[in-house]
């Protein structure tokens, strides 16, 4: 009797031992998957969600409208590896230590990604990095080596080298399908950070789309020929589409006869060389009749900016199209396998793009055109379709944002905060200014050094290093930023409350004068230059 009493006691405690572990599976499983959808310089106003007329991206706008679209969504500086490193750690750059893509990147610090696979997570990170050493945080990781390349490129697979054949953005939608389909432990939640190289320079389309924007004519903004009154440091750019973009690299005006020699030509031969027979064969098609067109007409002036311009804006979108074309085949796969209601989809670009504006393309700029970056974001479980939100979220609140989905604690040392209760409407408490800074100079395209802090209505950005230039925006009245009003007496009370927010965002952040010293010498040093 005791025996029988004894082996039932030790079938129920397994039953219910095993019931309570399948119990615990199923909270792991529970906790939401996220997928990070990441482009590198995609403008918001190239996508339709966000309301432009240029270009149709129905697949991203899909996360908008079963989910939320952020109006001001910002980056904290505004150029590639800075902002992945910003994103990674939750931390300003001058704290990361990747303040601009020269300085290395410190992987051994903590990340999202570290904190997630420490948490039950199953980790991969595909496509643009652009973050030098095997990228820490990972289970999986395949990896283009720096900037990568549109045609037939090459992928760092956990740390070894291979070349694909084919487009870029493409082989990188391939590659986290089959991470989804063939590699994911099915009973583990997954972070999949997908980061497409795409439309970054030189705006190499997919053949597919080389044609499709051909019959459109695209009408600049209205401050294309910008004289940077009251600016000086805007004046100084080199980005500008018509003195600047080079006819044969970024324009692909790469002619036969030898007869349109830039500065930039060798380069474009050899994206032209690295592509196959057939390849070229396509490209050869689109644009040796343009080529052809381009040299008879002999453009000057007016003329040839808007035809730049609109060279520009073809390539350029026509790249995204092949963006849009995954986030479709990644949507439609999470629909296929029950894992959308589950899963945290975000999309956003490593920061903004100028499209003409100021007569520019390129970033860098706190200007409102690359200060900003599209981020939409769907999670059917806790966002409602539809949502709109206003607040200034920066990509610094990415990772505890994570991280606060994931239940996982936020650790102290992040900077950012998380937005979960402001996407789904649990508050409206939120920061009233954000800071940022932008560090590469002396650099490509010309840009000085500069911070500055932006509220609902105004920004105030100070250039130093060698410029000591104050501008204050009133972006309610002039969103195109083209008035300078910090010498405007009518501002003088809006531009001493606004001096004090920089002091305390700064004090906050513990960014300083001292800091952007200590930056500058390790910039100067790296490049080898005196000051
Ligand atoms: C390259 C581009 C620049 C671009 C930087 C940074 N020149 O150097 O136009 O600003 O990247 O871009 S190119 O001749 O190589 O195309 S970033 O997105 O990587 O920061
Ligand atoms: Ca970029």
Redesign the pocket.
Same mark, same amino acid.
């Given at each position: 009797m005791k025996n029988v009493f004894r082996i039932k006691l030790l079938a129920y405690t397994i039953v219910g031992l095993s019931l309570f572990s399948a119990c615990q599976k199923k909270e792991e499983i529970k906790k939401p998957n996220i997928v990070f959808v990441m482009s590198?310089?995609h403008a918001y106003q190239a996508i339709s969600a966000y309301g432009h007329e240029l270009n149709q991206t129905p697949n991203i706008d899909r996360i908008a409208k079963e989910g939320a679209i952020f109006n001001h969504g910002y980056v904290t500086n505004s150029?590639?590896?800075p902002s992945r490193a910003v994103m990674l750690t939750g931390k300003h750059s001058f704290v990361n230590g990747k303040v601009d893509?020269l300085l290395p990147f410190n992987w051994n610090q903590d990340n999202f990604a570290k904190q997630l696979q420490g948490n039950g997570y199953q980790t991969a990170m595909i496509g643009k990095i652009?973050i030098d050493g095997l990228p820490q945080g990972f289970d999986y990781s395949n990896v283009l080596p720096g900037?990568g390349q549109y045609y037939n490129p090459e992928f760092i697979e956990n740390g070894d080298i291979k070349k694909y054949h084919g487009y870029c953005t493409q082989i990188t939608t391939n590659l986290a399908l089959d991470w989804l389909k063939n590699k994911r432990e099915q009973d583990k939640p997954f972070l999949l950070l997908y980061h497409q190289k795409a439309p970054?320079?030189?705006w190499m389309p997919e053949e597919k789309y080389l044609k499709l924007f051909e019959d459109t004519t695209f009408t600049p903004p209205a401050n294309f020929f910008d004289n940077y009154d009251k600016r000086p440091v805007a004046a100084q750019h080199e980005m500008g589409i018509f003195e600047h973009m080079d006819l044969a690299?970024d324009l692909k005006m790469l002619d036969e006869e030898g007869e349109i020699q830039t500065r930039?030509r060798k380069?474009a031969q050899n994206m032209y060389n690295r592509m196959d027979s057939a390849q070229r064969a396509v490209w050869d098609a689109h644009y040796k009749p343009i080529i052809k067109e381009f040299k008879e007409k002999g453009m000057k002036g007016k003329e040839l900016a808007l035809w730049k311009y609109n060279r520009y804006m073809k390539d350029y979108l026509s790249t995204i199209q092949s963006v849009d074309d995954g986030v479709g085949e990644l949507l439609d796969y999470l629909d296929k396998e029950g894992l959308a209601e589950n899963t945290i989809v975000v999309y956003t670009s #490593?920061?903004g793009f100028y499209l003409g504006e100021h007569g520019w393309f #390129?970033?860098?700029f706190m200007y409102e055109e690359s200060f900003r970056t599209p981020i939409l974001m769907r999670y059917p479980k806790e966002i409602k379709a539809g949502t709109t939100v206003d607040q200034l979220i920066q990509n610094l609140d990415f990772a505890p944002t994570f991280l606060d989905y994931a239940g996982v604690d936020i650790p102290s040392d992040i900077q950012g905060e998380s937005f979960r209760n402001i996407v789904n409407g649990k508050t409206e408490e939120w920061r009233d200014a954000i800071y940022y800074t932008y560090y590469e100079y002396p650099g490509?395209?010309n840009v000085q050094r500069h911070y500055g802090v932006r509220t609902d209505r105004y920004k105030l950005i100070h250039f130093y290093y060698d410029s000591d230039t104050w501008e204050l925006y009133d972006l309610e009245r002039d969103p195109s930023e083209m008035n300078n009003v910090y010498d405007d007496a009518a501002y003088a009370e809006i531009r001493k409350n606004i001096h004090e927010k920089l002091v305390e965002v700064r004090a906050k952040y513990g960014d300083s004068d001292e800091m952007d010293q200590k930056h500058l010498k390790r910039f100067l040093e790296a490049k080898n230059l005196k000051h």
């Open positions: 590198d310089d150029i590639c590896a893509n652009h900037q970054h320079r030189t690299y930039l380069h #490593d920061q #390129d970033k860098r490509e395209h």
